[in-house]
């Protein structure tokens, strides 16, 4: 994703040809480093001023000379950055089911801090320099990035860098925390913390959580507010601070940004289904047209359903439905994009606020305006495949039972309450088989709805 | 009856990026600040700021001569002034890696006539093409390249350029953001907004001065009784528009029945315009780029993808192109005495344009946004489809018409 900004010290010419009735000279400029190509992309320490060699062509009579700038695409900067800094790279150790891992690297191949938690079913990558971001999230079982960035660039520096990108404004609108620098914190129930002051709003904290489930296709997230305004002399008026908590989710599921993306948003009414393969208007942040098509409320089951038309592949948000206030989807610069918008709350001094959000991944689903089912596939182990079954409804109940049917035969398997904070709580059961079926299902019946999934080899 | 430009006058905005060394926007209040600076170094300037964009004015100019002195020193001083703020001054239709359209609007006054101007707008429709294709600057927008030469136009310019349509004089109020739009009641002036920002700064006096020159070649006789646009010229006015800005100065345009190339079209335009650059103090020979640009069917398009095929990269390439243009002002006219000539390329039919858009189950606006068809055309072409059996309509309460190729 980064690119750097560099100056041309010295060029040697390779060689001469036409191309399109004009003379091109490919070249190899010697340049040093100077900056990120954009302001507020990150760049890590110990790279300014370092020198590498590129490759360029050039139009004659317009020569690269010493002193031009060039920005260097991101193969360019990733290589400058293994030439002068040291990465350390990631264990190659692989959780079986049941299991977790959680690594920390120096750096990734932008030269930033990255973690990595992953279980047998999703590998995800949190970025701390980025706003604490979730910026990848891997289904194991298809082997797919199903979050998106594009590298865009919007109004006031922003850089479309993806992942799920937090945001305090009620539509969306990034500056607070998108690209803050989050400090590594303690967690307790946690596998990773981070905490931030926003130094836009005097007074608020943000520490962010993420748990991955061992044995679920699950990664959760809660981001915990606390405020905490400045003790004056004069007796100031207790002011309280208004969150207007959006999370943002930049996707391509199968790794795609095409047509194929489609979102299923559960309302009262109906559960809509929308695509996204063109774009009918792309807007600004900061104002700009809204289409009233997109935006969708009364997202009761607290969930949104983002799939792959032709692959069943998928990927589930869920949030809590009393805190949700309306589900919006947009598409901006080839990414396709959803947004979480929580209801505004008012943040007393000494105050708290919690949001949680889960990421679920699968392989097939159903889905009905009140009730998910989803089946994922995980990574191919030694001890074989494993499979989880998910369910995420209007039920309140200990346990749900569902039908299994395994090439032909079936049998009954018990899906397990499991809680997320902040964000309600998911039915789900994990299993290994032997060898991967032909053919696996999975059918639920949950009041009215009866829901079957397929995952077919 | 008097003459509805009384006098002959012109003038632009003229849309510019005032970048950082890294091609970010240096942002508002830099520009505002740049923009003081140009003001109190050129009094007589009027320029200012347009959202993200300096925008040069240079007020109401009568003569070529003067308006190449001005542009001239205009773009000096601005140069030089953005140089000592570190920062850098593009005019170019469009940031290839942002949503960001930036353009030439080119006005001709002075004009106190309202219904007479509309009825002018009315009669310039089907020159906009013309204009579409020698300004075409824009092929690399939002990431996006190869299909169109102006990106700029075929987004409509992000609501700031909208294809035409045509008003009865009597009844008209005239309206903001078309190709052409009348802004006679407080401006003075009807404004042509379909030119993407020019990067040479000789091709901007040249499109002044002969859309000004157009303008009053085809402002005698103006009838106001009568609307005098018929249905087929909205159409092929719609088709051309769309031709010019996916091949520039290699279009064919449909042109009184027949296939034309733009570039013969253009020299019929320069043809009327003859008489009112002569007003102006100018002659067809001042047309030196746009002559040239003819003659090779060449657009600055075509120099940025040329650069392009070596530099690919969309953020590299808005470096190499602001370098181009920082250290060599002439760049484009150097391009155009070296560049070979372009053959004129065979349009791909609107039909075969609008099927190759269409996907499954999409809406009516998602389809037609792609086209600056009227909704009435662009209704007559999707039932040929579905006639021929291409697509297949649907309706659904909510979403209306749903298109899918069949």
């Given at each position: 994703m980064l690119?750097?900004?560099a100056?041309?010290d010295r060029?040697?010419?390779?060689?001469?040809?036409?191309?399109?009735?004009l003379?091109?000279s490919?070249?190899?400029?010697?340049?040093?480093?100077?900056?990120?190509?954009?302001?507020?992309?990150?760049?890590?320490?110990?790279?300014?001023?370092?020198?590498?060699?590129?490759?360029?062509?050039?139009?004659?009579?317009?020569?690269?000379?010493?002193?031009?700038?060039?920005?260097l695409?991101?193969?360019?900067?990733?290589?400058?950055?293994?030439?002068?800094?040291?990465l350390?790279?990631l264990?190659?150790?692989r959780?079986?089911?049941?299991?977790?891992?959680?690594?920390a690297?120096?750096f990734?191949?932008?030269?930033?801090?990255?973690?990595?938690?992953?279980?047998?079913?999703?590998?995800?990558?949190?970025s701390?320099?980025?706003?604490a971001?979730?910026?990848?999230?891997?289904?194991?079982?298809t082997?797919h990035?199903?979050?998106h960035?594009?590298?865009g660039?919007?109004?006031?520096?922003?850089?479309?860098?993806?992942g799920?990108?937090?945001s305090?404004?009620?539509?969306?609108k990034?500056?607070?925390?998108?690209n803050?620098?989050?400090?590594?914190?303690r967690?307790r129930d946690e596998?990773?913390?981070?905490?931030?002051?926003?130094?836009k709003?005097?007074?608020?904290?943000?520490?962010?959580?993420?748990?991955?489930?061992?044995?679920?296709?699950?990664?959760?997230?809660f981001?915990?507010f606390s405020?905490?305004?400045?003790?004056?002399?004069?007796?100031?008026?207790?002011?309280?601070?208004?969150?207007n908590?959006?999370?943002?989710?930049?996707?391509?599921?199968?790794?795609?940004t095409?047509y194929?993306?489609?979102?299923?948003?559960?309302?009262?009414?109906?559960?809509?289904?929308?695509?996204?393969n063109?774009?009918?208007?792309?807007?600004?942040?900061?104002?700009?047209?809204?289409d009233?098509?997109?935006?969708w409320?009364?997202?009761?089951p607290?969930?949104?359903l983002?799939?792959g038309?032709?692959?069943?592949?998928?990927?589930?948000?869920?949030?809590?439905?009393?805190?949700?206030?309306?589900?919006?989807?947009?598409?901006?610069?080839?990414?396709?994009?959803l947004?979480?918008?929580?209801?505004?709350?008012?943040?007393?001094p000494?105050?708290?606020?919690?949001?949680?959000?889960g990421?679920?991944?699968?392989?097939?689903?159903?889905?009905?305006?009140?009730?998910?089912?989803?089946v994922?596939?995980?990574?191919?182990?030694?001890?074989?495949?494993?499979?989880?079954i998910?369910?995420?409804?209007?039920?309140?109940?200990?346990?749900?039972?569902?039908r299994?049917?395994l090439?032909?035969?079936?049998?009954?398997v018990?899906?397990?309450?499991?809680?997320?904070?902040?964000?309600?709580?998911i039915?789900?059961a994990?299993?290994m088989?032997?060898?991967?079926?032909?053919?696996?299902?999975a059918?639920?019946?949950?009041?009215?709805?009866?829901l079957?999934?397929?995952?077919?080899? | 009856?008097?003459?509805?430009?009384e006098p002959?006058t012109?003038g632009?905005?003229?849309?510019m990026?005032?970048?950082?060394?890294?091609?970010?926007?240096?942002?508002e209040?830099e520009i505002?600040?740049?923009?003081?600076?140009?003001?109190?170094a050129?009094?007589?300037?009027?320029?200012?700021i347009d959202?993200?964009?300096?925008?040069?004015?240079?007020?109401?100019v009568?003569?070529?001569?003067?308006?190449?002195?001005?542009?001239?020193?205009?773009?000096?001083?601005?140069?030089?002034?953005?140089a000592?703020?570190?920062c850098?001054?593009?005019?170019?239709?469009?940031?290839p890696?942002?949503?960001?359209?930036i353009?030439?609007h080119?006005?001709?006054?002075?004009?106190?006539?309202?219904?007479r101007?509309?009825?002018?707008?009315?009669?310039?429709?089907?020159?906009?093409?013309?204009?579409?294709?020698?300004?075409?600057?824009?092929?690399v927008?939002r990431?996006?390249?190869?299909?169109?030469?102006?990106?700029?136009?075929s987004?409509n310019?992000?609501?700031?350029?909208?294809?035409?349509?045509?008003?009865?004089?009597?009844l008209?109020?005239?309206t903001?953001?078309?190709?052409?739009?009348?802004?006679v009641?407080?401006?003075?002036?009807?404004?042509l907004?379909?030119?993407d920002?020019?990067?040479?700064?000789?091709?901007?006096?040249?499109?002044?001065?002969?859309?000004?020159?157009?303008?009053?070649?085809?402002?005698?006789d103006l009838d106001?009784?009568?609307?005098?646009?018929?249905?087929?010229d909205?159409?092929?006015t719609?088709i051309?528009?769309w031709?010019?800005?996916?091949?520039?100065?290699?279009?064919?345009?449909?042109?009184?029945?027949?296939?034309?190339p733009?570039?013969?079209?253009a020299?019929?335009?320069?043809?009327?315009?003859?008489?009112?650059?002569s007003?102006?103090?100018a002659?067809?020979?001042?047309?030196?780029?746009?002559?040239?640009?003819?003659?090779?069917?060449?657009?600055?398009?075509?120099?940025?993808?040329?650069?392009?095929?070596s530099?690919?990269?969309?953020?590299?390439?808005?470096?190499?192109i602001?370098?181009?243009?920082e250290?060599?002002?002439?760049?484009?006219?150097?391009?155009l005495?070296?560049?070979p000539a372009?053959?004129?390329?065979?349009?791909m039919?609107?039909e075969a344009?609008l099927?190759?858009?269409?996907?499954?189950?999409?809406?009516?606006f998602e389809?037609?946004?792609?086209?600056p068809?009227?909704p009435?055309?662009?209704?007559?072409?999707?039932?040929?489809?579905?006639?021929?059996?291409?697509?297949k309509?649907?309706?659904?309460?909510?979403?209306?018409?749903?298109?899918?190729?069949?």
């Amino acid at each position: 994703m980064l690119r750097l900004l560099a100056r041309v010290d010295r060029v040697r010419t390779r060689d001469t040809y036409v191309h399109g009735g004009l003379k091109r000279s490919r070249v190899y400029c010697y340049v040093t480093i100077k900056s990120s190509a954009r302001s507020t992309f990150k760049m890590p320490k110990g790279l300014k001023g370092k020198t590498t060699r590129v490759s360029r062509t050039y139009v004659h009579p317009w020569k690269i000379e010493p002193g031009d700038l060039l920005v260097l695409d991101p193969e360019e900067s990733q290589a400058a950055i293994r030439e002068h800094l040291r990465l350390r790279s990631l264990s190659s150790q692989r959780p079986g089911l049941g299991e977790k891992l959680i690594q920390a690297a120096r750096f990734d191949s932008d030269g930033l801090r990255k973690y990595v938690m992953e279980n047998v079913f999703l590998r995800s990558v949190i970025s701390p320099e980025y706003g604490a971001r979730v910026s990848e999230l891997h289904n194991l079982g298809t082997g797919h990035n199903e979050l998106h960035g594009g590298g865009g660039y919007g109004a006031g520096g922003y850089v479309l860098l993806g992942g799920v990108e937090e945001s305090l404004s009620r539509v969306g609108k990034p500056p607070d925390l998108w690209n803050a620098v989050y400090k590594k914190a303690r967690s307790r129930d946690e596998d990773l913390a981070f905490t931030h002051k926003v130094e836009k709003r005097p007074g608020l904290r943000q520490m962010k959580s993420f748990l991955v489930l061992p044995d679920a296709p699950l990664l959760c997230q809660f981001s915990a507010f606390s405020f905490s305004p400045k003790k004056t002399r004069k007796k100031a008026k207790k002011g309280k601070m208004e969150l207007n908590y959006v999370p943002g989710v930049f996707f391509g599921i199968g790794g795609e940004t095409s047509y194929t993306n489609l979102f299923y948003v559960p309302t009262d009414e109906e559960l809509v289904r929308m695509r996204y393969n063109i774009p009918p208007w792309e807007f600004r942040w900061g104002g700009g047209f809204w289409d009233w098509r997109k935006k969708w409320h009364a997202v009761r089951p607290g969930f949104v359903l983002l799939a792959g038309e032709e692959t069943g592949e998928c990927m589930a948000l869920f949030a809590d439905p009393r805190e949700l206030s309306f589900a919006w989807l947009g598409y901006n610069l080839g990414t396709p994009r959803l947004y979480l918008s929580h209801r505004p709350k008012k943040l007393p001094p000494k105050g708290r606020i919690g949001y949680g959000i889960g990421l679920l991944v699968g392989s097939a689903f159903d889905v009905t305006k009140e009730s998910l089912l989803v089946v994922s596939r995980g990574r191919d182990t030694a001890g074989g495949v494993p499979f989880a079954i998910t369910y995420r409804g209007l039920s309140r109940s200990a346990s749900l039972n569902a039908r299994l049917t395994l090439d032909g035969a079936s049998r009954s398997v018990k899906l397990v309450k499991k809680n997320m904070k902040g964000c309600g709580h998911i039915y789900c059961a994990s299993f290994m088989l032997d060898r991967e079926p032909d053919r696996l299902g999975a059918e639920l019946t949950v009041g009215e709805d009866h829901l079957r999934a397929e995952v077919r080899r | 009856m008097k003459p509805l430009f009384e006098p002959l006058t012109m003038g632009y905005d003229w849309e510019m990026a005032v970048l950082k060394e890294t091609m970010e926007s240096v942002g508002e209040e830099e520009i505002i600040g740049l923009s003081d600076e140009v003001r109190n170094a050129l009094p007589w300037c009027r320029v200012g700021i347009d959202e993200d964009l300096l925008e040069a004015r240079l007020g109401v100019v009568k003569r070529w001569d003067e308006l190449v002195r001005k542009n001239t020193e205009y773009m000096e001083v601005a140069r030089k002034l953005a140089a000592r703020k570190k920062c850098v001054l593009l005019p170019i239709g469009s940031r290839p890696t942002e949503q960001c359209s930036i353009g030439s609007h080119i006005h001709t006054g002075t004009c106190s006539d309202l219904p007479r101007a509309l009825a002018l707008k009315n009669r310039m429709m089907r020159y906009v093409p013309v204009f579409v294709a020698i300004a075409a600057n824009s092929p690399v927008y939002r990431f996006a390249s190869g299909e169109y030469k102006s990106y700029r136009i075929s987004t409509n310019a992000d609501w700031c350029s909208d294809p035409q349509q045509p008003f009865h004089p009597r009844l008209g109020r005239g309206t903001w953001g078309e190709d052409i739009t009348v802004k006679v009641w407080w401006n003075n002036t009807v404004e042509l907004r379909c030119c993407d920002s020019a990067s040479d700064v000789n091709l901007m006096c040249e499109l002044t001065l002969l859309t000004a020159g157009l303008m009053h070649g085809l402002s005698d006789d103006l009838d106001v009784e009568t609307m005098e646009c018929t249905e087929e010229d909205v159409r092929w006015t719609a088709i051309n528009r769309w031709r010019a800005a996916k091949y520039g100065l290699q279009a064919k345009l449909i042109w009184d029945g027949e296939e034309r190339p733009v570039a013969e079209v253009a020299r019929k335009v320069i043809d009327i315009a003859d008489e009112g650059m002569s007003v102006l103090g100018a002659g067809r020979r001042d047309l030196s780029v746009i002559g040239m640009m003819l003659k090779k069917r060449q657009t600055q398009a075509d120099f940025v993808s040329a650069i392009q095929r070596s530099d690919p990269d969309p953020h590299s390439l808005m470096r190499t192109i602001a370098t181009i243009y920082e250290k060599d002002h002439d760049a484009f006219k150097k391009y155009l005495e070296i560049a070979p000539a372009l053959p004129a390329i065979e349009a791909m039919s609107i039909e075969a344009f609008l099927l190759s858009k269409i996907t499954r189950e999409m809406s009516a606006f998602e389809v037609g946004v792609r086209t600056p068809l009227s909704p009435y055309d662009f209704d007559r072409v999707i039932e040929k489809l579905e006639a021929e059996g291409k697509v297949k309509v649907e309706m659904d309460e909510k979403w209306g018409r749903r298109i899918t190729r069949t």
